[in-house]
C-alpha cells in the first residue's frame, strides 16, 4: 500500500533469488483467471489473499476494482482533452547504466521493473506508449501510494486558497483523533509525513500496522472472530505516537488517510467526488478511474486509486505545465512551485531507508522531490508504479508495473538512472 | 436480480402500504452516507445486507460497486458520440389515466414509479433529461435484469453471424450442466427463457432458489459456516428440471446466467469485454459501465450491471435504428428486426404473473415486446430500470429508479400508460 525501505516482502512470499522474470511471470502465458471459470489453481481470489501474491498480483493489478469494491472518480462527459502522438522507436535501444554498474537497455529496465504500462511525454507529445501482459490502454491499474499526490495536491490547493490551515492541529479538524497520536500534530506534518508514530510498515512482519490498517480497511480479508476495528477511522483512533513530530521524515500511509479524511471533513464532500470535480473533470480524462473504500464507505485515500496510464499522464502533464493544462487553469500555479521546491531535506535525510538510492531527496505534501539538476519529482506507489515530471527536460514518465517486490527502494538503481537516460535523450532530440 | 411476478417482497421487509413516498425517502433528505463517516444508523452496509433494503437502496442503486466488486465495461478513448439537446419543458404538465383508473401528470408518474433519472430521446435529439435523489448524469445506476438485454443481443449477434446454432444443446458448449436441467434444453430455449426449471424467484420466500443463486455469486453476504455453491456456475449446475422446455415463458434469471456463461465460453473472452467491445465502444459511450462478478471472477449476466443513463440512450437508439449508430453497424439490422418480431405469444400467456399489465406480449432474445400499434418493445430490471424503444413514435425512454417493490409489474399500470402518452405527445409535435 506505500513505499518501504524496509523489508517488503508480504509474508508467506518466497525470497527475492526465486522471482521469475517479467516474461516468466507474464500472466497470460502463466494462463491466470482464463478460461470460464479458470481452472481452481489458475484462479485468483480476494477471500484467500491470493490478489496481492506474486505471480498473481501481475494480473489482479490490473483488476483491482474486481476484488474490492470501488467508488468511481468520474471523467467529464465530453470529448477528452488531446494527447497527440509522437512516437519513436530508438528508445527501446538507449543504454543507461544502473545505480549497481550494470549497462542496461531502456527496454530491459521496463522488464526488469515488471512494467504493465509505460507512457513517456515528451513536450506534451506521446513519444513512447507500451503495455505489457495484463496491462491495456483502456483498463486502469492498481496506483498505490501515487494515490497519495491526488490528496496531497488536493489539500495542497485548500492550503493556498486558504481553507486550510497548515498550522492548524489535525484534531481541531478531525476530533475523534485526539487522543491518538495525531492528537498533537498539525496539519502541515501530516501533509510532508512528520509525524513520529507507533506503526510499523514492515512487510515481513506479520504483526505489523499496516495489516492490522488492511484488514480495518477491508483490503485484506478478516479472519472468523475478527474483533480489531472495522473502519480506517476506527484503526486510525488507536495510533499512538513515538517520538516527536515535525522533526523527521517518516513514511506512513496512515498519515494519508488521515489528510483524505480531513479533506471529506473539510469540504462535506467525498474524496471521490473531490478528486473527479477538481482534478479528473478539468484534466479531460478519457476513462473513470477508482477508489477502493472500506465497509462504511470511507475512501482509501492512502492508497486506493486505480486509473490509466493515459489518463496519469494528463495529470502529470498539468503538473509539469504548473497547473495548465486543457485550455484552463486546473491547479493554481503556486501550488505547482511549492511541491517543485520540496520539502526539508533534512527531514528527508532522517529517514534511513532512503539514503543509497534517494540521496538529497525531500518530501513535500505527498510527492516525492529529487532536487536534482533538472528538478525533477514523483508520485510513487509500490509494485512500480510512478509518475516521474522532469520540468528540465520537458518529459513525463509514467509506469505502472506488477513488481514482486513491493518497495519501490528495490527498483530505484535500475529505474530513476533509466528515467533520466530518457531525458536526456529526450533534450538531445 | 429479475423481473417477477410474484410477490416481490425481500424478506423482513414493510408491507407496500407503508412505503413513504419518492420525496419522503429522497436519500439526501434522509442523510445516508452522508458525514465522514455517516452515523452508523444512516450507513449503508453490504455485510448486513442493508444495501438490498428500502429505503437505503434509494442510495445504494446509485452507488452499487461501492458493495461489490465490479468488472470494468471500457468505453472507447476517444469523443462520445452525439446525444443533441432539444429540451422541451411541456412533458411534466402531460396527463394520462393509469391502467388503475388514475389520472396523473408525468411528473407525477415519475415520483409515483420512484425515478432516480429519466432520459427521453425524440428522433435522437434529449427531449427531457432528469435526476432525482443520488441519480446523476455522470454515476451508473444498477441495472439489474436490463443487463439480460444486453447479454441476449450479443448471443442473437452469435447466431445471425452463424457462430452459434440456436438448436444446438447448451450442454454441448457447457459440459458442466449436463446433468442439470440445461442437459435436454436448446440455446434458443435459454435465448426466450423456455426452460421447465425447479427453481424460484419468490423474493417473499426466504427459501426462493434466487437467494441461494445470490449468495453463491457473493452477490449477498454468506452466512458463517456456508456450504452451498461457490460461484454462479456451481449453482447452475445443481438446477433441475420440472416440466418441459419450449412451451412456456418462464422468467428466471439463471437462464440469463447460463447465456453469458456460454458466451464466455464460445468467444474464449470475458463477458465484459464483449460487452465493452462489441457494444460499449461501438455506441461512443461516455463512462466505462460495471458489471458485478462472483468470487471467482464470472460475471452476473443475469442482472449485474451499471450505466449511466445517458449511455444507456446510446444503446436504445442504436436498437431503435436498427443497429446503425454513431456512424456505423453496431448491431446487424437482422438481430433488430428478429428482437422486434418478438418471440411466441403463445408462450408467453402462460406465464401467469403478466396477464393484467402485459397483455399480449412476447419475449425474444431477452428483451419484452410489446406487440402494439407502436412495436414498442423493453429491457427491463427490477426496482423500476428499463430502457423503451418506441419505433413508430421515433421515442427511447430510458428510466432508473429505487421502487421499493422489485417487481417491474407492481409500476407498469402507471409507466406503460405514461410512456405511451409521452410518445403519442411526441407524435403530435
Excluded at 518466497?14 to 489453481?41: E, F, I, N, V
Excluded at 550494470?102 to 511525454?121: K, N, P
Excluded at 513514511?251 to 467525498?270: D, P
Amino acid at each position: 500500500m506505500q513505499d518501504t525501505p524496509q523489508n517488503p516482502s508480504s509474508p508467506s512470499q518466497p525470497t527475492p533469488a526465486t522471482w521469475p522474470d517479467a516474461h516468466a511471470s507474464d500472466p497470460r502465458a502463466l494462463g491466470w483467471m482464463q478460461g470460464s471459470p479458470p481452472p481452481a489453481d489458475k484462479t485468483i481470489r480476494f477471500d484467500d489473499g491470493s490478489f496481492l501474491r506474486f505471480p498473481q498480483l501481475r494480473w489482479s493489478l490490473s483488476h483491482l476494482r474486481e476484488f474490492v469494491p470501488t467508488t468511481a472518480i468520474a471523467r467529464a462527459p465530453g470529448a477528452p482533452s488531446e494527447l497527440p502522438l509522437a512516437l519513436r522507436d530508438d528508445l527501446d535501444a538507449l543504454h543507461f547504466t544502473s545505480m549497481h554498474g550494470e549497462t542496461l537497455s531502456w527496454r530491459e529496465a521496463l522488464l526488469r521493473t515488471y512494467y504493465d504500462g509505460i507512457l513517456v511525454l515528451h513536450r506534451g507529445r506521446v513519444v513512447q506508449e507500451d503495455y505489457f501482459g495484463e496491462g491495456a490502454a483502456e483498463r486502469g491499474h492498481a496506483l498505490f501510494s501515487v494515490t497519495k499526490s491526488f490528496v496531497g495536491t488536493l489539500a495542497a490547493v485548500d492550503v493556498q486558497q486558504g481553507r486550510l490551515d497548515p498550522q492548524q492541529p489535525v484534531a481541531e479538524l478531525l476530533p475523534e483523533l485526539r487522543h491518538s497520536a495525531y492528537g498533537s500534530a498539525s496539519v502541515r506534518q501530516v501533509m510532508d509525513m512528520l509525524i513520529g508514530l507507533d506503526y510499523s510498515e514492515d512487510y515481513a512482519d506479520p504483526q505489523a500496522g499496516i495489516w492490522d490498517f488492511s484488514r480495518a480497511g477491508g483490503l485484506l480479508p478478516r479472519p472468523e472472530g475478527y474483533a480489531g476495528p472495522r473502519s480506517y477511522g476506527e484503526f486510525l483512533a488507536t495510533l499512538r505516537q513515538q517520538g516527536e513530530h515535525g522533526t523527521a521524515f517518516a513514511y506512513k500511509t496512515v498519515n494519508t488517510q488521515v489528510l483524505g479524511w480531513l479533506l471529506e471533513r473539510l469540504h462535506g464532500q467525498r474524496l471521490a467526488d473531490q478528486i473527479s470535480q477538481q482534478l479528473w473533470q478539468p484534466l479531460g480524462t478519457a476513462h473513470d478511474a477508482a477508489i477502493s473504500q472500506d465497509p462504511t464507505g470511507a475512501a482509501f485515500g492512502g492508497g486506493g486509486m486505480s486509473a490509466t496510464v493515459r489518463d496519469l499522464a494528463r495529470f502529470g502533464e498539468m503538473m509539469r505545465l504548473r497547473g495548465h493544462f486543457n485550455g484552463r487553469q486546473v491547479v493554481p500555479e503556486a501550488v505547482v512551485a511549492d511541491i517543485e521546491a520540496g520539502g526539508q531535506r533534512s527531514h528527508f535525510a532522517q529517514a534511513e531507508g532512503y539514503r543509497a538510492t534517494l540521496p538529497g531527496w525531500s518530501y513535500r505534501s505527498m510527492w516525492w522531490v529529487s532536487h536534482n539538476t533538472h528538478g525533477a519529482y514523483m508520485a510513487r506507489g509500490v509494485h512500480g508504479q510512478c509518475i516521474y515530471i522532469d520540468p528540465a527536460a520537458e518529459m513525463v514518465i509514467v509506469r505502472t508495473g506488477s513488481h514482486p517486490v513491493a518497495s519501490g527502494v528495490s527498483n530505484d538503481p535500475i529505474t530513476l538512472p533509466a528515467f533520466a537516460a530518457v531525458a536526456e535523450a529526450l533534450m538531445r532530440g
